[in-house]
């Protein structure tokens, strides 16, 4: 996030109408007329990719690997139970390499969850030493109750708008 | 040489001054204006001040006027001035008089920096501002009121003894009002404070960065992408 060489934005930058970054080397390219109108049709900022890799873009094109969807298997965990061994995991990750577990807390459905894994399995110091929940006015607004009963009292809160200073600490 | 002779021989295409066209003759907003100091020549003009202070820090032997709609009568006068062809008005003796489209390469190239610098910051403002609108509340006196706020809630924040609330007016009634104590009503009053903070600050950073990028370049044909790279930030990576 320092500088702009994040690659997977600037791969939607290719194909901007107007303010597109090195259009010129790729224009010629098969399939690049179509990409463009997929890109307009939807949204500009939105990269199109079929993690199941079903649907074919129209330009040669390939997943990062760490965005891959994992293989499928069966599993006969719950979800409530699935949910509260990640959070255990990612805390106990988070405890071993001495990191801090940063949410990006939206007051929405999957957010929420996440917030509730965590309250639910770690303890309050655990979740003074280890979790900082990032939000704003928003959040507040959209689960009040939610906020008012266990965000305020039990964590440490900044402000979503400071969020690069969190990533990849 | 003609502005498009120029056009092509840079091969520039401009960014958004021919679309962000200001009628300053009647624009009902202040509109301000740069000049060149020999000449006298109209370089640019905008609805922001900060624009002509910024063009004027980064040209030589300028000089700003601001409200030029407000202070004379440009109704009366004989020109039709867009913002693409500033250059083509001088001002002589308190009046403007349109001059003959006939220049050198360089002063030409000069004149376009300045009216793309221009359009560019004055989007660079408007979007700015347009972040900074959302967290303005609009009442008199409200700024203040926050201000009260903050500063009993830190001192609850520090205070380890029994809290008399009749110390806090503010943080007691704002407690009451959510049902909740004051040690927690403090909490949710610094957590807005910083919230607001940090997002002013966001817009401060990104201010400071894009308008010393405009300031600096040179390069007409460079402008294009600072603008994209200022949305790129500010909109994909949610910067402000």
Same mark, same amino acid.
């Given at each position: ?9 600037? +791969? ?7 303010? $597109? #970054? ?20 939807? +949204? #500009? ?31 006969? =965990? ?18 071993? %390499? ?9 007051? $929405? ?7 509730? #894994?965590?309250?639910?399995?770690? %303890? ?11 939000? %704003?006015? +928003?959040?507040?607004?959209?689960? @009040? ?7 305020? @009292? ?9 969020? =690069? ?5 | ?7 092509? /021989? ?38 922001? !001040?900060? !624009? ?36 083509? &008005? *001088? ?40 972040? *900074? ?23 609850? /924040? ?40 940090? *997002?002013?600050?966001?817009?401060? &950073?990104? *201010? ?11 390069? &007409? ?20």
């Amino acid at each position: 996030m320092q500088e702009y060489n994040l690659i997977w934005y600037g +791969a939607v930058d290719i194909f901007h109408n107007t303010r $597109g #970054s090195y259009t010129h080397l790729f224009q010629n390219k098969p399939g690049f007329k179509y990409t463009r109108y997929l890109i307009q049709f939807f +949204a #500009s900022q939105i990269s199109m990719m079929d993690r199941t890799e079903t649907i074919k873009m129209p330009i040669n094109s390939t997943i990062l690997p760490f965005l891959k969807l994992p293989q499928f298997k069966k599993v006969t =965990t719950d979800l409530e139970e699935l949910c509260e061994n990640r959070a255990r995991y990612l805390l106990n990750k988070a405890i071993s %390499t001495n990191r801090k577990l940063t949410i990006m807390y939206s007051g $929405g459905i999957d957010s929420t969850l996440i917030m509730v #894994s965590l309250l639910k399995v770690a %303890t309050d110091k655990e979740l003074k030493d280890y979790v900082i929940v990032l939000l %704003t006015q +928003a959040s507040i607004f959209e689960n @009040k109750n939610f906020f008012t009963n266990y965000i305020i @009292k039990k964590c440490n809160i900044e402000s979503t708008y400071d969020f =690069t200073h969190y990533l990849g600490k | 040489m003609t502005s498009e002779e120029f056009k092509n /021989q840079v091969q520039y295409k401009s960014v958004i001054s021919e679309t962000n066209v200001i009628d300053i003759k009647n624009d009902p907003l202040e509109v301000h204006s740069l000049f060149d100091n020999e000449t006298n020549r109209l370089l640019a003009v905008s609805r922001w !001040t900060n !624009t002509i202070s910024t063009l004027n820090e980064s040209n030589e032997n300028t000089y700003a006027r601001h409200s030029i709609n407000k202070i004379f009568n440009l109704k009366s006068s004989d020109f039709e001035l867009i913002s693409t062809k500033c250059f083509l &008005i *001088r001002f002589y003796n308190g009046k403007f008089e349109k001059d003959e489209d006939n220049f050198t390469f360089d002063e030409l190239y000069n004149f376009h920096l300045n009216i793309e610098k221009a359009a560019v910051l004055d989007y660079l403002n408007f979007r700015i501002n347009l972040h *900074r609108r959302s967290v303005l509340n609009g009442l008199f006196l409200q700024e203040s009121i926050y201000d009260f706020k903050q500063k009993e809630a830190e001192e609850i /924040q520090r205070s380890s003894e029994n809290i008399d609330e009749m110390n806090f007016p503010f943080l007691r009634e704002y407690a009451e009002s959510k049902n909740i104590d004051l040690k927690t009503a403090a909490k949710e009053v610094l957590i807005q404070v910083k919230i607001y903070k940090t *997002r002013l600050n966001n817009t401060e &950073i990104m *201010r400071l960065k894009y308008k010393n990028l405009i300031k600096e370049c040179n390069d &007409i044909t460079k402008l294009n992408s600072i603008l994209s790279q200022f949305l790129r930030e500010s909109t994909m990576y949610a910067r402000i």
